[in-house]
């Protein structure tokens, strides 16, 4: 049924194999492949001139942001683990044939200097910022509450939430009025799954953050917002985010009864880092299947 527009059947919607991959993982070792929109994205100008930084832009909805943002005009930093090397050579590829700039800042955002020195490396290489996706983040599955470890704990918590909190500060310095963040939060947020208890913690924060923070930044001229994304087919899925058996079916529990493709999430970062956005602030975007994000 590929090439309908039916969203039951727009993307892959079959079995997937099980597959593992230690943390972080790399979306070329997938099968199928994410679609990243490497081809399937068509940009139209929409964010023309501007300046991104993604977090986790190598794979993804990271990437699929970046790739988007590149196509719409923008020119994109991205940073990612350096394990993840591969993933991002092929995404600045991909930015770089559209014309635009890609700059690649591989690092750890447990690192705290790390993560508020990225956002001043970004602004100089890409000679501005008004735009921040802070998407980076860990998920590994622990099925009994007993056995979470402090250092996954901290780990899960000083990526998911800390670093976003950094990285607003020092971003506060360098975007302009129109400025534009989204963060990345999730389903579990609003659905938490009892075997990804810190993840799902980690997410519903980021949504008291985003709304908590967009009384502040409006005053500055700047917008702040989430998207809450259903199951999509990334590695972080495989790479520890799930268990095993959970990878066939895989999203087929959502009234669309398939998981999604990163790309199907780029129109959204779009649209929110967008000047047509300019009513648009403290919000939760759901992309998620049809799975409720506000019951
Ligand atoms: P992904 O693995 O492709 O992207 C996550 C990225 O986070 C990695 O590429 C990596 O670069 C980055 N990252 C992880 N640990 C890091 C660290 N210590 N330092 C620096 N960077 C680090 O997976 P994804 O699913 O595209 O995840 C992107 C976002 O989407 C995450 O915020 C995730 O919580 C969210 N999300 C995903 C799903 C899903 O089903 N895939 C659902 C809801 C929300
Ligand atoms: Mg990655």
């Not at 196509?71 to 394990?83: F, H």
């Not at 910022?129 to 918590?157: H, P, Y």
């Amino acid at each position: 049924m590929s090439g309908t527009n039916n969203p039951l059947y727009k993307h892959y919607d079959g079995k997937f194999e099980k597959q593992e991959q230690a943390y972080p993982g790399l979306q070329n070792k997938m099968h199928p492949v994410p679609d990243c929109g490497e081809e399937s994205y068509v940009g139209n100008n929409q964010l023309k001139g501007k300046k991104a930084l993604v977090t986790g832009g190598d794979s993804g909805i990271g990437r699929a942001a970046a790739i988007a943002y590149a196509k719409e005009g923008a020119d994109v930093a991205i940073s990612y683990l350096p394990d993840e090397e591969a993933d991002a050579q092929e995404v600045k590829e991909v930015i770089e044939k559209t014309g635009q700039k890609a700059v690649l800042l591989p690092g750890d955002l447990r690192d705290e200097k790390f993560a508020r020195d990225l956002v001043h490396e970004a602004e100089k290489a890409l000679g501005g910022l008004d735009t921040l996706v802070l998407n980076a983040a860990i998920q590994q599955f622990e099925k009994d509450i007993r056995n979470l470890s402090t250092e996954q704990l901290t780990d899960t918590f000083t990526v998911n939430i800390f670093s976003n909190v950094w990285m607003l500060q020092e971003a506060l310095q360098h975007l302009p009025e129109g400025g534009s963040v989204v963060v990345t939060t999730s389903v579990q947020a609003f659905e938490p799954a009892g075997l990804l208890s810190d993840y799902a913690m980690t997410k519903s924060s980021q949504v008291a953050f985003v709304i908590a923070m967009s009384g502040q930044l409006a005053a500055k001229g700047i917008r702040i917002n989430a998207v809450a994304p259903g199951p999509v087919w990334t590695v972080l899925q495989v790479a520890g985010g799930q268990p095993q058996d959970n990878i066939p079916e895989f999203g087929q529990n959502t009234p669309l009864k398939r998981a999604g493709q990163p790309v199907e999430l780029a129109d959204t970062y779009v649209l929110l880092a967008s000047d047509k956005a300019s009513y648009i602030t403290g919000q939760v975007y759901g992309v998620t299947g049809g799975m409720p994000i506000n019951s």
